[in-house]
């Protein structure tokens, strides 16, 4: 019997609800780390995805395909447009579906670990082409699909003539080591107190791939 194979390309109209769902579920360490269970991490990380926390209406999103199963997905785009802060229209309902979403019991630890969070931000330039999400379904891990998924965004960067490929990640990921090999650096690490007491990761890093000097284009 043959082995499926492999197919990464954009999503393309309901897909992309789906896609973006394996940015939560299941819910990461950190997620987890931050709210103090993992049953109001999903809940949390679905508000984030509805308030457009985790993807901007101009970011580019690819799907990888084993055959029919949603394998991995990758959420990319030019610098600030790829971040994570959402707009304050989202902004304002993202609070209004935590409030509902949250037990009264556990938003002192949420929101004391949002604020943490929040403070290991990195500004990304506009001209780099930044991958704010990379993900790989649990069953699917270790076949290589997220270097599939990395090398994509390399190719899209590389045709907008973009100067640096950028990624921000855990100090403890061990995806580290796998960005490493593709040739990403860390450029600069951001800490804060007590973060690690609640992911066991000290902070962030983030971590830069150089392209072919071109200038980027719109």
């Known amino acids: 019997m043959r082995e499926a194979t492999l197919c990464i390309r954009d999503v393309q109209g309901e897909e992309r ?15 987890v780390g931050v709210v103090g269970d993992a049953g109001i991490a999903r809940a949390v990380g679905a508000c984030f995805q509805r308030a457009g926390l985790f993807v901007q209406p101009e970011s580019v999103v690819l799907a990888a395909w084993w055959a029919d199963e ?14 994570r802060r959402a707009p304050r229209a989202s902004q304002r309902a993202l609070v209004l579906g935590l409030a509902r ?17 929040s403070r290991l931000d990195f ?8 991958v704010s999400e990379v993900h790989v379904a649990p069953r699917r891990q270790r076949r290589g699909i997220g270097t ?17 490929l950028s990624l921000t990640t855990l100090t ?15 450029v600069g690490e951001r800490t804060v107190a007590g973060y690690g007491r609640l992911t066991g990761a000290r902070g962030r890093v983030l971590m830069e791939k150089p392209l072919p000097s071109r200038r980027c284009s719109s």
């Open 70 to 83: 949603l394998a991995g997905v990758l959420v990319a785009g030019r610098g600030r447009s790829a971040s």
């Open 123 to 130: 500004e990304i330039p506009e001209e780099d082409y930044h």
């Open 148 to 164: 599939c998924l990395l090398r994509e965004a390399e190719a899209r960067a590389n045709a907008l003539g973009c100067p640096r």
């Open 17 to 31: 609800e789906r896609a973006l769902r394996l940015v939560y579920e299941p819910p990461g360490p950190e997620m």
């Open 101 to 117: 979403a949250l037990p009264v019991a556990s938003i002192p630890r949420a929101l004391y670990g949002a604020l943490l969070r």
């Open 172 to 186: 403890t990921n061990p995806a580290r080591r796998l960005y490493e090999r593709l040739g990403y650096r860390v």
